[in-house]
């Protein structure tokens, strides 16, 4: 089972560039989430952070009861352990196969046999659809099992916390899908705490548990996607919808006056420039047929209905369909029903 992550009041520059400041957040047990952001805004360095790849000037990250920032170097390699992390690119070593690529974490880090390990990979990559391209090098793949390899030498070591820097970059929108499904139906098998940054609105709106939002060196929301999807929080509402018109703009955020601007426009009957209309709470992604029912799901759930009260009518209203409409899809597991899962 995953474990809790949780930011407090965390601040990084490099320089005299202040890349975010005062961030604080707590990343769920066994649940998903996801982390958006424009370009620039500090994702990829909030993910090296955590596993403590980069030091923050301020703050704290608890990890399993250990502020990994105030620990020794033994303390450290240890915490590193509950970790899984799936680079952008998948970060595969060229010379090397498949199956000896996702071996590597093992050998390096581990005193098991030839044997044990060989077993333990080719479940991984049997769970990551990637049996009978053991033997094939990375560069004699698609983008797509480049990423599902990299996402099975994560996995080697039955992390408790996964990790995905951008796992849909380069990848088209069916691979996409199948790659969100993959991280799913992983969460559903072991109840690992994961955290996608991502620029997808689709993995974004279907994907996870919960969503958080940087911009302008902040983070500007976190919590239960029920909460999010229907904030009018303008920043979260024009990144979710994917509109022109709103505070974040191409190069930089925009200022008072072209916002003001375009509201006008919007105001007179103007389009807003972006995608088509999806506001509202699409439903999430549910595990493969046969495999456990998510935890995180009932976990999360009851957070939003102990919060219901504080939100407004129409996002209590849109919530309420929502888990209605979820409650009639989702299969729930019969007590003492055989489930297959990982080893």
């Known amino acids: 089972m995953g474990v809790e992550l949780s930011v407090e009041g965390l601040t990084k520059s490099f320089g005299s ?34 596993i403590g790849l980069l030091r923050p000037e301020r703050g704290s ?32 070593f060229g010379s090397m196969n498949l199956f000896d690529n996702v071996a590597f974490v093992l050998r390096e880090h581990t005193k098991k046999s030839e044997s044990e390990i060989r077993k333990i990979v080719m479940e991984k990559i049997e769970l990551v659809g990637l049996l009978g391209a053991e033997d094939k090098l990375p560069g004699e793949i698609s983008g797509g099992m480049r990423k599902r390899a990299g996402l099975a030498r994560a996995l080697v070591l039955d992390p408790e916390i996964i990790l995905c820097d951008e796992p849909d970059s380069g990848l088209d929108p069916v691979r996409t899908a199948y790659l969100s499904q993959l991280l799913i139906d992983i969460n559903a098998q072991i109840d690992a705490t994961i955290l996608i940054v991502t620029h997808n609105i689709s993995v974004a709106r279907t ?22 999807l229907t904030s009018d929080e303008p920043v979260v509402e024009q990144f979710l919808n994917g509109r022109r018109i709103g505070p974040i703009g191409m190069s930089e955020e925009k200022d008072e006056s072209q916002i003001a601007q375009e509201q006008a426009l919007v105001d007179a009957g103007h389009h807003h420039g972006g995608t088509e209309e999806i506001e509202g709470i699409v439903p999430q992604i549910q595990p493969t047929p046969g495999l456990p029912f998510r935890q995180g799901v ?19 209203v ?26």
């Not at 976990?299 to 209590?316: C, D, K, S, W, Y």
């Open 207 to 228: 994907v996870p548990d919960n969503i958080g939002m940087l911009f302008r060196k902040h983070l500007v929301m976190f919590g239960p996607r029920e909460v999010l």
């Open 298 to 316: 009932a976990r999360r759930q009851e957070r939003v209905r102990q919060i219901m009260h504080t939100l407004p009518h129409n996002a209590q």
């Open 61 to 92: 990250i608890v990890i399993d009861g250990t502020d990994i920032l105030e620990c020794s170097s033994k303390e450290l390699y240890e915490i590193r352990k509950l970790f899984g992390v799936l680079f952008q690119d998948g970060a595969l």
């Open 318 to 343: 849109a919530i309420g369909e929502s888990f209605d409409a979820e409650q009639h899809t989702q299969v729930i597991p019969v007590v003492g029903e055989e489930m297959w899962t990982l080893a």
């Open 17 to 50: 560039q202040k890349i975010w400041e005062d961030v604080s957040l707590t990343l769920p047990q066994g649940e998903v989430s996801v982390l958006l952001g424009p370009s620039g805004t500090g994702k990829s360095v909030f993910l090296k952070s955590l």
